[in-house]
T-cell receptor, first 113, second 114 residues
Framework: SQQGEEDPQALSIQEGENATMNCSYKTSINNLQWYRQNSGRGLVHLILIRSNEREKHSGRLRVTLDTSKKSSSLLITASRAADTASYFCATAGRSYNTDKLIFGTGTRLQVFP | EPEVTQTPSHQVTQMGQEVILRCVPISNHLYFYWYRQILGQKVEFLVSFYNNEISEKSEIFDDQFSVERPDGSNFTLKIRSTKLEDSAMYFC????????????FGPGTRLLVL
């Protein structure tokens, strides 16, 4: 089984609706980061939430973290067509010798105008 | 805003050839990483680098791979003898420190091995 798994794998919504993506992981973490990737392009960092935080906001983004359930969610409010992309969660382990990120499988979000 | 840059954006090579992928991390960052993403798959960690040495590497990062920071700005990934299965997008990333700092990714180099 994999460290990071997002669900749903794909999500289609209309502009103006909210989009919620979930991420589950298996090991203890230091932090969890969400990234966005437009088709075939680079990874854009969206938000980082630390293991001692439960919720974080950035503009239209809201991230929650439940370490007891080893899960996180990313909410995009009032979605726009430009939000169409793949969204990945990535976890950093608790080792202080390294910070390699373990990525999830991603959620492909399609926002229709 | 500072950003990680990578060159080339695309590289096509013949199987067995050597390739060098280049990255310029953000200038005040101290930790550097390479990841790869095979088409349609998840992003995978390859190697992390700090203080001019490898701090961690994955099983993917075998003897065919090497990394170097030849000067104060560049960070390179060399694949000595490319295989078909090395075809992927390769991402460089950098961060200020460990312990939960944000990793900033470059735009990637798409490598195609024929």
């Amino acid at each position: 089984s994999q460290q990071g798994e997002e669900d749903p794998q794909a999500l289609s919504i209309q502009e103006g609706e909210n989009a919620t993506m979930n991420c589950s992981y298996k090991t203890s973490i230091n932090n969890l980061q969400w990234y966005r990737q437009n088709s075939g392009r680079g990874l854009v960092h969206l938000i980082l939430i630390r293991s001692n935080e439960r919720e974080k906001h950035s503009g239209r983004l809201r991230v929650t973290l439940d370490t007891s359930k080893k899960s996180s969610s990313l909410l995009i409010t009032a979605s726009r067509a430009a939000d169409t992309a793949s969204y990945f969660c990535a976890t950093a382990g608790r080792s202080y010798n390294t910070d390699k990120l373990i990525f999830g499988t991603g959620t492909r979000l399609q926002v229709f105008p | 805003e500072p950003e990680v840059t990578q060159t080339p954006s695309h590289q096509v090579t013949q199987m067995g050839q050597e390739v060098i992928l280049r990255c310029v991390p953000i200038s005040n960052h101290l930790y550097f990483y390479w990841y790869r993403q095979i088409l349609g798959q998840k992003v995978e960690f390859l190697v992390s680098f700090y203080n001019n040495e490898i701090s961690e590497k994955s099983e993917i990062f075998d003897d065919q791979f090497s990394v170097e920071r030849p000067d104060g700005s560049n960070f390179t990934l060399k694949i000595r003898s490319t295989k078909l299965e090395d075809s992927a997008m390769y991402f460089c990333a950098s961060s200020v420190g460990l312990a939960g700092e944000t990793q900033y990714f470059g735009p990637g180099t798409r490598l195609l091995v024929l």
